[in-house]
């Protein structure tokens, strides 16, 4: 509520002095984002691969708490369908590869298999993730947000009225870590707010995500991105469009579209039992 009156207030003053409160709107996009329990959208995602940007293109169905997930991939590959259920099949992910071998597998949602060739795991589905990782790096520079974070204007995205956010790194810059005993990439992005690729790409004696040695130097950033160029919905506060860059140029780039907010969800949606889909 206080977010809305402080809104309400914004609205009202000239637009050289709105401009100024790009971190009031960015709050208000982590508060709405945060009092969602359920999801459903489309969602393209560009994400840099040995130089090369992998496209893909999906539908998703999200609940947050607990967490579920089904997604549908129409592009590269249409007709994959994965299943993930919070306490469900082991904890694992269930995958309808249609293709060969022709069967459903159940993966581990965070192994070699299913986080080949993408950025991200099941579990930063939805805008969740951003939303951390954003909200992390603007307490970090707290006594900077003003320099850090700014509001370029309204503009039109895809026809939608959106702010345009961005956020700058005040002192992105690449650095050494030394790894500790049983630490993996995926340990270690937890650990620094990483993605897990960046540090395999800065790595190449990395072979995959299993346990690095520990004493191992690694080339690492010292945060996600040197800059997030962001287009959030003007009125209903959540992520439409995202670029983050690092040293090399765009890392990765996030669209969502066809977005339902608290959508009602019966327990068939989250069920490999839905007629509808081919398990």
Partial sequence: MKYRILFAILSLLPFNVFGQNAVFLTRQMFST?????????????????KKELHIERSSFKLSIHPFKVYIYQHFPKNGIECLYVSGKNNEKVKVRPNAFPWVNLNLDPEGELVLQGRHHSFFDSGFGYTVSLLEYLLNKYESQSSKVIECIGVEKYQGIECYHLVFNHPAYRMVTYVTQSDETPLSIAQKLHLNFYSILENNAQLKGIGTIKAGTRLIVPNDYAS?????????????????????????????????????????????????????
Avoid at 33 to 48: D, I, N, Y
Wanted: charged share 30%; glycine share 2%; hydrophobic share 35%.
């Fill in 33 to 49: 984002v945060k009092s969602l329990k359920t999801l459903q959208f489309s969602f393209e995602s560009k994400e840099r691969l």
């Fill in 227 to 279: 800059k997030m160029d962001m287009y959030v919905h003007k009125d209903k506060f959540y992520p439409v469009h995202l670029k983050i860059y690092d040293a090399k140029g765009l890392f990765e780039e996030y669209t969502f579209t066809q977005v339902v907010l608290n959508p009602t969800f019966k327990d068939i949606d989250f069920s490999d039992k839905n007629p509808a889909y081919k398990f």
